[in-house]
């Protein structure tokens, strides 16, 4: 009997335990934090070993495959030694698909990939029998185990990345790749974009690579690179002959002469990154048969992704707006872009090395005052200091919202866009974006 050990007691941790028990293996899971009790009471019920706040390294070396949560680092002791025994280190993604014949849509990109994935769910369901997983709802592994559905929408970071050996979507959705988690490549932006190309990198001429067009990093590694697929660029300022463009106000996708117009006006996200979030789920819809009618009310009813350019509430003329899904400088890029009202800004939290320059026009334009909502707030105060009249720092997130409530007027925008990561003083993100939600509700 082989033995699987899995590092990691979360969602994808123990949706694998649960999977590499049903298919004949010994498995042993071993967290170095504490296991919460929903994932330890699935454990204890299917009779999964298991250990949390340790790791026991007798238990673990002598593994014969070892599936990482992807919020492992390489750098952990653990994982080096495992490595230097020639054990097989893989993701759950990896081990996961080995035990399915679905048709796999892949999707990854430094932004967006979450509403990108979840609306092309929300197409595909209409039609086709389908699971959504990755780094979204319910592990992979155990939808494998329980459903496994013909086709899969799989939101898939560069962590998940990391550790494939033989993954390969049949479609592979690449977004933009803009500088994050640097602090996980040794701060070298060129192995994060070669993380993300590994979505194609086992992908043969009848698969297909859907990507932006108008990304200078992703063009600048096809010049350099050779892929097996076929591309489908998507385009707001090229014309695109296969593939997706922006036609004056009409999105036109062709794959094969067969082609699908739809204006924009009716689209439900707004914004320009969101026509190409838009542009890249109707390809893979249009590709996968979907009709044309299906795919354009299925843009129209969309309703958007939770922590993510949310509207909250409107409260003396003043929107509150929840986008703490904004985790790099990149995503708040696009909700700054996106504000069009005088605008109070709450940032702030873990830095992975954030460069804010390319957010100085929007500031100095559209922010009005900005609440610095973190641990550390040396850095923000030393970056926007001296762009806005009023930047104040709290470490509550129920003293941001009141701040951002006695600052904001009639017309203004209150805008929770932190471009940090949230483990400073919240949970999560989501944590961070229902702490919001709650005491805007509270005002």
Known sequence: MKRLVILGGGESGVGTALLGKAKGYEVFLSDKGKIKEIYRDVLKNNEIEFEDAQHTESKILNADIVMKSPGIPDKVEIVKKIRSNGIQVVSEIEFASKYTDATIVGITGSNGKTTTASLTYHILKQELEVGLSGNIGKSFAQQILEFDYPNYVLEISSFQLDDIVDFKPHIAVLLNITPDHLDRYDYKFENYINSKFRIAMNQTKDDYLIYDADDEV?????????????????????TIENGAYLDNDNIKITIDNNQIIMPTANLALEGKHNVKNQMAA?????????????????????????HRLEHVLKIN????????????????????????????????????????????????????????????????????????????????????????????????????SPACASFDLFENYEDRGRQFKDAVRNL
């Open 282 to 306: 109707s390809t893979v819809a249009h590709l996968l048969k979907i009709r044309k009618q299906t795919i354009r009310e299925s843009l129209e009813n969309f309703q958007g992704v939770e």
């Open 218 to 238: 992703i063009n600048e590694w096809l010049k350099n690179h050779k892929i097996q697929s076929t591309l489908l660029p998507f385009s707001l300022v090229k």
């Open 317 to 416: 003329k003043v929107q509150y707006i929840n986008d703490s899904k904004a985790t790099n400088v990149n995503a708040t890029y696009y909700a700054l872009e996106s504000m069009d009202t005088p605008t109070v800004w709450i940032v702030g939290g873990v830095d992975k090395g954030n460069d804010y320059k390319e957010l100085f026009p929007f500031v100095n334009e559209k922010v009005k005052a900005i609440i610095c909502l973190g641990v550390d707030n040396e850095k923000l105060i030393g970056t926007f200091g001296n762009m806005v009249d009023v930047i104040v720092e709290t470490q509550f997130m129920t003293e941001a919202v009141k701040i951002a409530y006695k600052i904001a007027e009639a017309g203004d925008t209150v805008l929770l």
